[in-house]
């Protein structure tokens, strides 16, 4: 088998919101009322999955989720939540080390434990290899536990995973847009 391999809760809290003021009106003053949420879902009996990426809030969302994972005053086991958060394949980025950079800068918002799993946010037009070597070295490093895609599609999909499997590395993931609201 593969390495990398992951499990997953059924449904997870997507951040997005958590720190963006462009597209969700995000206030600071806010912050408590977050950190209730993120409490309330680390009580439940099902691990909670906390959706992140470096995009939503330009690092905030991480940086909050990190915060509020400190603040525990019983330390949950890491058994008691993941974190799943997304790379941004802008086109300016294009080589592996930037991935490897991006993660890293990820898990230090997030409070420096490793990544249950990360993701490529969306591909890009050409240069996806690279992204994909740039996982593989972020898992090789044991800066994550498992890696990822999202929004790609078929062909992209299988060839992230011909790469990944070359190196003995899962394509855990494909992360895609399903919303009981838009279901287009």
């Known amino acids: 088998p593969l390495a990398g391999q992951i ?5 997870g809290l997507g951040a997005w919101a ?9 206030n600071p003053k806010n912050d408590a009322d977050l950190q209730q949420v993120f409490d309330y879902a680390l009580q ?10 470096e995009l939503y809030g330009l690092g905030r969302s991480e940086s909050l989720i990190g915060e509020f ?47 249950d799993l990360y993701q490529i946010h969306f591909p890009n037009a050409y240069c996806n290899a690279e992204y994909w070597d740039g996982l593989a070295q972020a898992y090789e490093q044991g ?6 895609v999202s929004n790609y599609g078929v062909d992209a999909v299988r060839a992230c995973h011909a790469a990944l499997a070359k190196r003995g590395i899962a394509l855990a993931t494909n992360q895609i847009q399903l919303s009981l609201l838009y279901r287009h």
């Open 69 to 115: 994972a400190a603040q525990q005053t019983t330390a949950p086991a890491p058994a008691n939540f993941q974190v799943a958060t997304k790379f941004a394949a802008l086109p300016f980025r294009t080589k592996p080390e930037q991935v490897l950079k991006a993660c890293q800068a990820s898990v230090k918002r997030l409070g420096g434990r490793p990544i």
């Open 44 to 53: 439940q009996k099902t691990p909670a999955l906390f959706d992140t990426a």
């Open 143 to 148: 800066l994550v536990k498992a890696v990822g």
């Open 18 to 26: 958590w720190g963006d003021s462009l597209f969700w009106g995000y």
């Open 7 to 11: 499990t997953l809760p059924p449904m």
